[in-house]
């Protein structure tokens, strides 16, 4: 009974998505729909990137800014010529060995 109920909830699921797609789709066809608006400016952008070029740490930029983890990541991800901007994300780097 259980996997019977389950299977109407992920069809009924399906047809949800699918009635989203089909409304996107017809509101950027009339130019309405453009998505999640952006929560930094090109200028908000552009100030991590040259602090990190400048040696900040990131946990100072993202305490300045007022930045979650996640949002400073992708700042520096857009922003030209950071290290790091060609990868794809959750790469993560290799451990540094210092010697002492």
């Keep these: ?3 019977l109920m389950g299977a109407f909830a992920e069809f009924e699921r399906s047809l949800i998505r699918e009635r989203q797609r089909e409304g996107i ?5 009339r130019g309405v729909y453009r998505g999640r608006t952006r929560s ?4 908000q952008v552009a100030n991590p990137c040259r602090w990190i070029g400048d040696g900040v740490a990131k946990a100072v930029i993202a305490r300045e800014l007022e ?3 996640e949002t400073r990541y992708q700042a520096l991800r857009a922003g030209a010529g950071t290290a790091g901007a060609g990868r ?3 790469v993560i780097d290799p451990p540094v060995e210092v010697s002492v």
């Design 88 to 90: 794809s994300p959750g």
């Design 40 to 43: 930094l400016s090109e200028d």
């Design 67 to 69: 930045l979650s983890r």
């Design 25 to 29: 789709e017809l509101a950027k066809a």
């Design 1 to 3: 009974m259980r996997s």
